[in-house]
């Protein structure tokens, strides 16, 4: 494996044996998909983020060393995975800190003309992944994960707007506490990418694998059309307390 260390990220190379990454990519072509939007509009993606499809979503346990879906044990596929990250296990807790014992996997098919905006993740999650589990890509089909160098609040995705309301109007718009988005007009997010301008992008480079920090802005850029039929394969997760 090769490492790389950067402000708020960690990228693994190789990531995963010969054997590992093909039984990972076979899984990922028979596993169920469905559009990000199929349950209503997803805010995670922006209405110009087009319509990435998704699996369902499985656990993994650093207590009992199960990966579950829906509560049932899974010790295939997915579990692949699973049992790579627990093997690298000291190494996250050094890099992101030791609050969490649990963390999600979920695979993301990014066809042309897809990607996901500028974003941080919640706040409940104690960092996040991607790992890249397509066979090939090339460098003009896009689909790059870019890191703003500075990190920002948990709520930098809120509008300036919000900051200035009363009680009153935020009672009356029943958003209090909660995720808010789309953004309306600039947000502490917007304020910080455009006044440092300065990050990171890493390419979707296959069998790698990128570790992010809590509070640090990043987006995957567009999939461009010169990809045709190849999709942007990933499996992407949060780290997090499990009760």
């Given at each position: 494996m090769k490492k790389t260390q950067g402000n708020g990220y960690l990228v693994i190379d190789d990531f995963l044996n010969e054997d590992e990454l093909f039984a990972i990519q076979l899984y990922m072509q028979f596993e169920k998909y469905f559009?990000?939007?199929?349950?209503?509009?997803?805010?995670?993606?922006?209405?110009?983020?087009?319509?990435?499809?998704?699996?369902?979503?499985?656990?993994?346990?650093?207590?009992?060393?199960?990966?579950?879906?829906?509560?049932?044990?899974?010790?295939?596929?997915?579990?692949?995975?699973?049992?790579?990250?627990?093997?690298?296990?000291g190494e996250l807790r050094e890099f992101l800190g030791d609050d969490w014992n649990a963390f999600s996997l979920t695979s993301y098919?990014?066809?042309?003309?897809?990607?996901l905006g500028w974003h941080e993740d919640d706040a409940l999650y104690k960092g996040a992944y991607i790992f890249y589990a397509h066979p090939e890509w090339r460098p003009s089909w896009g689909g790059e994960l870019c890191i703003i160098d500075t990190a920002v609040s948990s709520s930098a995705g809120l509008s300036e707007k919000v900051y200035d309301a009363?009680?009153?109007?935020?009672?009356?718009?029943?958003?209090?506490?909660?995720?808010?988005?789309?953004?309306?007009?600039?947000?502490?997010?917007?304020?910080?990418?455009?006044?440092?301008?300065?990050?990171?992008?890493?390419?979707?480079?296959?069998?790698?694998?990128?570790?992010?920090?809590?509070?640090?802005?990043?987006?995957?850029?567009?999939?461009?059309?010169?990809?045709?039929?190849?999709?942007?394969?990933?499996?992407?997760?949060?780290?997090?307390?499990?009760?």
């Open positions: 559009p990000v939007h199929s349950n209503g509009w997803s805010k995670s993606w922006r209405l110009t983020d087009g319509a990435p499809f998704t699996s369902p979503c499985y656990i993994f346990s650093c207590l009992t060393r199960n990966t579950t879906l829906n509560a049932e044990i899974i010790s295939d596929g997915m579990n692949v995975l699973s049992r790579k990250l627990l093997e690298i296990y098919l990014y066809p042309s003309g897809t990607g009363s009680e009153n109007v935020l009672r009356l718009s029943g958003i209090i506490g909660g995720a808010v988005g789309p953004e309306f007009g600039w947000t502490i997010r917007d304020r910080n990418i455009n006044e440092s301008g300065i990050g990171t992008f890493v390419y979707p480079k296959p069998n790698r694998l990128v570790v992010i920090k809590p509070n640090y802005s990043h987006c995957i850029k567009k999939v461009d059309t010169s990809a045709g039929e190849n999709v942007r394969c990933s499996v992407a997760g949060f780290f997090h307390q499990n009760a």
